[in-house]
């Protein structure tokens, strides 16, 4: 149970009082745009969603002392498989702008050095 907040991943001042009010321990992002063919369509509109927004609540997190992240990716970092079924050790080669926006996200947080659930 919790309150509910609505507040756009882009809007880092938003998100730093949302924290400085609520103190959370842990960080759960599931959200992202996911249409595979809108996302070849208006790339720009996912990589500002999935990227950029993510990095604003990754700021937001690391300026709040908040470093206990679960990312939701998705398999379609993989793009086209080489063998079935998919395991961790499978080559990462995205092959539109949704993938592509998971695996960056994915680098960053590597990058970061926050582990990822």
Request: proline residues 7%; negative net charge.
């Amino acid at each position: 149970y919790g309150d509910f907040e609505f507040c756009d991943i882009l809007d880092l001042d938003r998100l730093n009082r949302l924290f400085a009010q609520y103190k959370p321990d842990a960080v759960m992002h599931f959200s992202a745009y996911s249409l595979v063919g809108e996302s070849m369509a208006e790339p720009y509109k996912y990589y500002n969603n999935n990227v950029s927004g993510t990095l604003s609540l990754l700021k937001a997190m690391i300026d709040n002392d908040c470093m206990k992240f679960i990312f939701s990716s998705s398999a379609a970092i993989f793009g086209n498989p080489e063998h079935i079924p998919i395991d961790e050790s499978h080559p990462k080669n995205p092959i539109n702008p949704y993938g592509k926006s998971k695996l960056m996200v994915e680098e960053i947080l590597k990058d970061l050095n926050l582990p990822m659930g």
